[in-house]
């Protein structure tokens, strides 16, 4: 009996249960001696939101999670560029200067919300249908902390948002040492520890475990890499603090090279979002057999 989103493993039916304490990310149950298995981010990434398949319906979870991963790739390159605008300053015209540089960030800001919200928008639907009567319900953002997905989809939000105002503050070159900590690095930060959040509990839904190696798996080379790419934007906020006496050169250096580690690893894992299937988020070896 193959497990499908309109199916979802109930918990109280469950006979076995995995995942990183204190969440639940996969599940087993018999049904008529077959062993079915619900995974967290395949049944998340296989639900469409249903507001939006009302308003299109031939929106299929494949067509969102292309979306989803089309967006975040188009914010990240404009982080990309950005940053290699400041650190190579050859590879610019010479017309291109800081205020044009922090507009760019700012205008790649934009699609990393736009993606988070689409995809906390399809964790909620996701998490809801596991409740009762969810399926039938509108859902918009939710309030599902207890579901490690929609949890991480949540920060990853809220993290995007920071950024947004990070970014647009940044452009203002009028602001003191105390001014840019206040509307530039604290914003900076606090999303950055968001994200950081955000990127490991995608990892452990993936894993079910604290920390595993899954290297046939395309789903954990995807949660893997853009682990790597939050690590990256907490080394930066944390070299971005000012002090009175200014930011060193050799300190911008580092923050901006941290910043684009950072968004190289959210552009290859969001265009290797584009190749990801529900399916893809199981374990290799994770497949419904039946019991004897």
Same mark, same amino acid.
């Given at each position: ?108 800001? &934009?699609?990393?919300? %736009? $993606?988070?919200? +689409? @995809? ?7 998490? #809801?249908? *596991? ?120 300190? &911008?250096?580092?923050? %901006? $090279?941290?910043? +684009? @580690? ?7 894992? #969001?265009? *290797? ?20």
């Amino acid at each position: 009996m193959p497990l499908t989103n309109d199916n979802p493993v109930e918990p109280q039916s469950a006979v076995e249960a995995s995942g990183a304490w204190p969440f639940v990310s996969r599940r087993v149950r018999l049904i008529e001696g077959t062993r079915q298995v619900w995974n967290s981010r395949q049944h998340r990434k296989g639900t469409v939101p249903r507001a939006l398949s009302r308003v299109a319906g031939i929106f299929s979870a494949e067509h969102l999670n292309a979306w989803i991963g089309t967006v975040f790739a188009i914010g990240a390159a404009c982080f990309v560029v950005a940053s290699c605008g400041s650190l190579f300053p050859w590879m610019v015209e010479g017309s291109v200067v800081g205020e044009h540089l922090n507009a760019i960030y700012f205008a790649g800001s &934009i699609p990393f919300t %736009t $993606a988070a919200g +689409l @995809q906390l928008f399809q964790a909620a639907s996701a998490s #809801a249908r *596991l409740a009762p009567l969810g399926r039938d319900r509108l859902i918009g953002f939710g309030w599902y902390p207890r579901d490690i997905g929609w949890l991480s989809c949540a920060l990853q939000f809220v993290g995007t948002v920071l950024f947004n105002f990070n970014t647009l503050d940044a452009m203002s070159p009028s602001l003191n040492w105390l001014q840019q900590d206040l509307v530039v690095w604290a914003p900076d930060w606090v999303g950055s520890v968001l994200f950081l959040a955000s990127g490991y509990l995608a990892f452990i839904e993936t894993c079910h475990a604290h920390w595993a190696f899954q290297p046939r798996s395309l789903t954990w080379w995807i949660v893997w890499i853009n682990l790597l790419g939050c690590v990256g934007f907490m080394i930066s906020a944390c070299f971005a603090f000012v002090l009175p006496s200014g930011l060193s050169e050799r300190a &911008i250096t580092v923050s %901006t $090279a941290w910043t +684009l @580690q950072g968004a190289v690893c959210f552009l290859i894992g #969001a265009l *290797l979002t584009l190749f990801e299937s529900p399916d893809s988020a199981k374990e290799p070896q994770e497949t419904a057999t039946e019991l004897v």
